[in-house]
Nanobody
Framework: QIQLTESGGGLVHPGGSLRLSCVPS????????QGWYRQAPGLERELVAE???????NYASSAKGRFTISRDNSNNALYLQMNSLRLEDTAVYSC???????????WGEGTRVTVAS
């Protein structure tokens, strides 16, 4: 089992920045893929950025050039630096981690990001 705890969300003005964190616990060295998704009100959950099983980084087109995903390899903590935030970035951001042992995907409860004037 892998447990994930996100933090760093909040209220920010357009153009501002936030840094989200996702700290895993449990079988943290079983993680083979991890990333960030978000879900805005009334919309489906969508990928923001991730490290794939092959250690490749994927970004959503809306995130490219503004968001940066990174991780601490000592404990697989995951981060998302978000710059130049827009109103449409308002959403609940959740991190996921996939286990190599059985392919299961674990989710955190999410952290809310609100971009408002």
């Amino acid at each position: 089992q892998i447990q994930l705890t996100e933090s760093g969300g909040g209220l920010v003005h357009p153009g501002g920045s936030l840094r989200l964190s996702c700290v895993p616990s449990g079988k943290i060295f079983d993680i083979v893929a991890q990333g960030w998704y978000r879900q805005a009100p009334g919309l489906e959950r969508e990928l923001v950025a991730e490290f794939t099983r092959g250690n490749k980084i994927n970004y959503a087109s809306s995130a490219k050039g503004r968001f940066t995903i990174s991780r601490d390899n000592s404990n697989n903590a995951l981060y998302l630096q978000m710059n130049s935030l827009r109103l449409e970035d308002t959403a609940v951001y959740s991190c996921y981690a996939q286990s190599w042992e059985n392919g299961m995907i674990f989710w955190g409860e999410g952290t809310r990001v609100t971009v408002a004037s």
